[in-house]
């Protein structure tokens, strides 16, 4: 579990260098829909982070697109349980 614990630094070390990823990620999200004319939101900018990751580790062993891939894991599940959170509060129901 040595991985996870060098993936623990390195989130940290991103966070001090980028700041929050959450406002990141939804202003990515708001490029690549623009862009796109389409929906778009910060947990999907993750999905496409890993895939590209995953594209890379296919013919060789490289280690950082592992921990990318664990780090980019955690913030697609914050931003996806935000997105959701998100969602419940617009949907009022009727009394």
């Known amino acids: 579990m ?3 614990k060098e993936a623990e630094k390195i989130f940290k070390q991103r ?9 990141r ?11 796109l004319g389409i929906k778009v939101v910060g947990s999907t900018i993750c999905k496409l982070i890993i895939l590209e990751k995953l594209s890379r580790s296919g013919h060789t062993y490289i280690k950082d697109n ?12 914050i931003l996806q349980k935000l997105e959701d959170q998100e969602k419940k509060q617009k949907v009022q129901p009727i009394k």
């Open 25 to 35: 990620f939804k202003k990515t999200a708001a490029l690549y829909a623009a862009l």
């Open 15 to 23: 966070h001090n260098q980028y700041g929050d990823f959450v406002p």
């Open 2 to 4: 040595e991985i996870l």
């Open 66 to 77: 592992w921990l990318d891939i664990i780090n980019y894991s955690l913030m697609g599940e």
